[in-house]
C-alpha cells in the first residue's frame, strides 16, 4: 500500500503564485510515477501534470504549460506543483496521485485552489 499526503494551496489573486507538495509513503518501490489532478465545480477530473519515477520525464496538460512545473523535491517520494500566473479557471481541488503500473491507484485527500479574478 501506498499512502499519498498531500499540502498547499490556498487562495490567491489572478496571477498570483502557489505549490502544492506531495509525498508518497510506504510501499514506494512499487510506483511508477506522480501526478496532479483537479476537479473544478460541476465539471469531471482532469489531468494537470505528471512526472516518472526518475524525475526525468514530465508532462504538463496544454492548458497550464508554461504556468505550472511539477517537480521532486530533495525528500524521497516528494513531488511539487508550481502553480505561476494563476487565473480564476484554475480554481479547483486538486489531488496528488501515486501510479502503479496500470493506474493511478492511491490518491491524496485533495487541496483547494481558488484564484479570485
Known amino acids: 500500500q501506498v499512502q499519498v499526503v498531500q499540502s498547499g494551496g490556498g487562495f490567491v489573486q489572478a496571477g498570483g503564485s502557489l505549490r502544492l507538495s506531495c509525498t508518497a509513503f510506504?510501499?514506494?518501490?512499487?510506483?511508477?510515477?506522480m501526478g496532479w489532478f483537479r476537479q473544478a465545480p460541476g465539471k469531471v477530473q482532469e489531468f494537470v501534470a505528471a512526472?516518472?519515477?526518475?524525475?526525468?520525464?514530465?508532462y504538463h496538460t496544454d492548458s497550464v504549460k508554461g504556468r505550472f512545473t511539477i517537480s521532486t523535491g530533495n525528500a524521497e517520494n516528494t513531488v511539487y506543483l508550481h502553480m505561476n500566473s494563476l487565473k480564476p479557471e484554475d480554481t479547483a481541488v486538486y489531488y496528488c496521485?501515486?501510479?502503479?503500473?496500470?493506474?493511478?491507484?492511491?490518491w491524496g485527500r485533495g487541496t483547494q485552489v481558488t484564484v479570485s479574478s
Open positions: 496521485a501515486a501510479r502503479s503500473s496500470r493506474e493511478y491507484a492511491y
Open positions: 510506504g510501499r514506494t518501490s512499487s510506483m511508477y510515477g
Open positions: 512526472i516518472d519515477r526518475n524525475g526525468t520525464t514530465t
